[in-house]
């Protein structure tokens, strides 16, 4: 059998221009061809890279950090935020006029009309500011839901809401888990329903958010764009991602 390969999206598969380098296009399809198992580990929601999907031909991913996740096109496990929870932190939010961001599987919709914060974030992933919708989140299943603060001002969430996780991804924005939801755990699951063993299992990342995930496969390999904690970590630290990292990690590994 040959490995689950376990793939990262922002600054792994795309380069820093949020481009895929025809060289991992070109060592994803050789991989596939090599026996090799194509899945996708991402914090970003299921809407948020349908067009890579397709362009890739991988319909297996873990999104929203482990919230949601599809094996060929079947969910096999969702994960939503508890509701109850979310609204207390909405409203704490709110007093500090902190915005949120919601998601559910199909789209994302902004507590406030506009915020510079919200805009620059998204924009480092090619996506516009959210519209507003009256009680989206809570007449939603909300698997992820974005914070908008300093680091300074997160602190503050770790300790009134323990029952999630806040995890930096952006200068301005955390993202909001449940305790504990991780690509890790999803990671598990997703291994649990594919028949590979933990040993067969290459985790490829290059943010905080990859940390679990590395930890939880059987090798892992970080972009040398990676966070330093993330490198720490890894197996394997291969090239930046826009000196061709991904292809150049695969030919590493005898994967190509």
Same mark, same amino acid.
């Given at each position: 059998?040959?490995?689950?390969?376990?793939?990262?999206?922002?600054?792994?598969?795309?380069n820093?221009?949020?481009?895929?380098?025809?060289?991992?296009?070109?060592?994803?399809?050789?991989?596939?061809?090599?026996?090799?198992?194509?899945?996708?580990? *991402?914090?970003?929601?299921?809407?948020?890279?349908?067009?890579?999907?397709?362009?890739?031909?991988?319909?297996?991913?873990i999104?929203?950090? #482990?919230? !949601?996740i599809?094996r060929?096109?079947?969910?096999?496990?969702?994960?939503?935020?508890?509701?109850?929870?979310?609204?207390?932190?909405?409203?704490?939010?709110?007093?500090?006029?902190?915005?949120?961001?919601?998601?559910?599987?199909?789209?994302?919709?902004?507590?406030?009309? !506009?915020?510079?914060?919200?805009?620059?974030?998204?924009?480092?992933?090619?996506?516009?500011?959210?519209?507003?919708?009256?009680?989206?989140?809570?007449?939603?299943?909300? !698997?992820?839901?974005?914070?908008?603060?300093?680091?300074?001002?997160?602190?503050?969430?770790?300790?009134?809401?323990?029952?999630?996780?806040?995890?930096?991804?952006?200068?301005?924005?955390?993202?909001?888990?449940?305790?504990? #939801?991780?690509?890790?755990?999803?990671?598990?699951?997703?291994?649990?329903?594919?028949?590979?063993?933990?040993?067969?299992?290459?985790?490829?990342g290059?943010?905080?958010?990859?940390?679990?995930?590395?930890?939880?496969a #059987? !090798?892992?390999?970080?972009?040398?764009n990676?966070?330093?904690?993330?490198?720490?970590?890894?197996?394997?630290? *291969?090239?930046?991602?826009?000196?061709?990292?991904?292809?150049?990690?695969?030919?590493?590994?005898?994967?190509?």
């Amino acid at each position: 059998m040959g490995k689950l390969l376990l793939l990262d999206i922002d600054g792994t598969l795309l380069n820093t221009k949020k481009e895929l380098p025809v060289s991992a296009f070109e060592a994803l399809q050789q991989a596939r061809a090599n026996g090799h198992e194509l899945a996708i580990a *991402t914090g970003r929601a299921p809407f948020m890279f349908t067009d890579l999907r397709d362009e890739l031909d991988i319909q297996t991913f873990i999104s929203f950090n #482990g919230q !949601y996740i599809v094996r060929d096109k079947k969910v096999i496990h969702t994960e939503a935020l508890n509701p109850e929870m979310l609204e207390k932190v909405f409203h704490f939010a709110e007093r500090r006029d902190h915005p949120l961001v919601f998601m559910n599987g199909k789209k994302m919709i902004s507590s406030i009309d !506009y915020h510079p914060d919200i805009d620059e974030s998204l924009k480092s992933l090619k996506f516009p500011h959210p519209d507003t919708e009256v009680d989206f989140h809570l007449d939603n299943d909300i !698997y992820q839901s974005l914070v908008f603060c300093t680091k300074e001002e997160e602190a503050q969430y770790h300790e009134n809401f323990r029952d999630f996780d806040f995890v930096r991804w952006h200068r301005v924005s955390c993202d909001i888990l449940p305790k504990g #939801g991780s690509k890790a755990s999803g990671i598990e699951r997703l291994i649990a329903s594919t028949g590979h063993a933990v040993e067969e299992t290459i985790a490829f990342g290059d943010g905080l958010n990859d940390l679990q995930m590395m930890q939880a496969a #059987g !090798y892992s390999v970080a972009m040398e764009n990676g966070h330093p904690e993330t490198k720490k970590v890894a197996s394997y630290v *291969t090239s930046h991602v826009d000196d061709d990292g991904l292809a150049k990690a695969f030919a590493h590994l005898g994967i190509i």
